[in-house]
């Protein structure tokens, strides 16, 4: 089986989260952007993404810092391999991150690259039938801790010179969580980095929109993984009336107590 180098596997991004402070101007300002500073903001296009995290019982994967993801789009699905990421000047973090289209092939690569990590999880996975979600589960003795809802708008991000190349990708997540059956909802924004491109060509991006949305967009280090968790954490009892809005998105109040349960 091919060998999944290093590169393959990495992704760079920065995050930036939409503070509750004119949450939808501020949602609709994004959306509208077409430049920012010397930067271009081209091609949007936007699709609905539901997120399912498959672990073992005993959260195998997820106590050694690795995660798989089966993820349905409009018109297709993928399987995503996510594991230990770390943090760059300026904010942004590199993790290792292999997303793949839903294949026989693609899930016999995230679960050789698993096992090549030290990782082994059931099943002969050197075949070319390709399992059901359900089969996968089964045979690999997973099952779903977390699924979520987004509506995700995309746009690359050039800068401002002729024949300039795309250096990143701006993505606009609106995130719908139901820990418990209580929907929270999240807004973010992610500079993703292009591969190949240089890592520090983010900040300066990232200082632009924060600069542009004082007090409106923050730098945020916790991915949507982790929020979900801290959600179930927080919704236990069902949801304070300081932690949610009437409309279900997350308070300034609910990102507080979301940091607290992440740094212990």
């Avoid at 973090?93 to 698993?114: D, Y």
Wanted: with cysteine.
């Amino acid at each position: 089986m091919e060998t999944i180098t290093a590169a393959a596997l990495t992704e760079t991004e920065t995050t930036l989260r939409l503070t509750a402070e004119r949450r939808q101007d501020t949602l609709h300002e994004l959306q509208a952007l077409e430049r920012i500073g010397p930067y271009r903001l081209l091609n949007p296009r936007r699709e609905t993404v539901r997120d399912s995290y498959l672990d073992t019982p005993g959260r195998r994967l997820r106590n050694s810092r690795f995660a798989v993801r089966i993820r349905k789009l409009e018109q297709e699905t993928r399987i995503t391999l996510k594991g230990p990421s770390t943090r760059n000047p300026g904010g942004s973090r590199t993790r290792l991150e292999l997303e793949l289209p839903w294949t026989a092939e693609s899930t016999a690569r995230v679960f050789s690259e698993l096992a090549s990590r030290g990782i082994t999880l059931r099943g002969d996975w050197n075949h070319s039938e390709l399992p059901s979600r359900e089969d996968l589960m089964a045979a690999a003795g997973l099952e779903p801790f977390q699924n979520r809802i987004m509506v995700r708008e995309t746009r690359d991000v050039l800068r401002n010179k002729a024949g300039s190349d795309r250096f990143a990708e701006m993505v606009i997540d609106q995130v719908a969580y139901s820990p418990g059956g209580h929907e929270c909802r999240h807004a973010e924004m992610e500079l993703e980095l292009m591969p190949e491109a240089d890592p520090a060509l983010l900040e300066p991006v990232a200082n632009r929109f924060l600069d542009a949305f004082e007090g409106r967009l923050v730098l945020w280090l916790h991915g949507k993984l982790a929020i979900g968790l801290a959600l179930r954490k927080l919704m236990q009892d069902g949801p304070a009336p300081d932690l949610l809005d009437s409309h279900r998105w997350l308070t300034e109040e609910g990102y507080r107590r979301i940091r607290e349960i992440l740094k212990r």
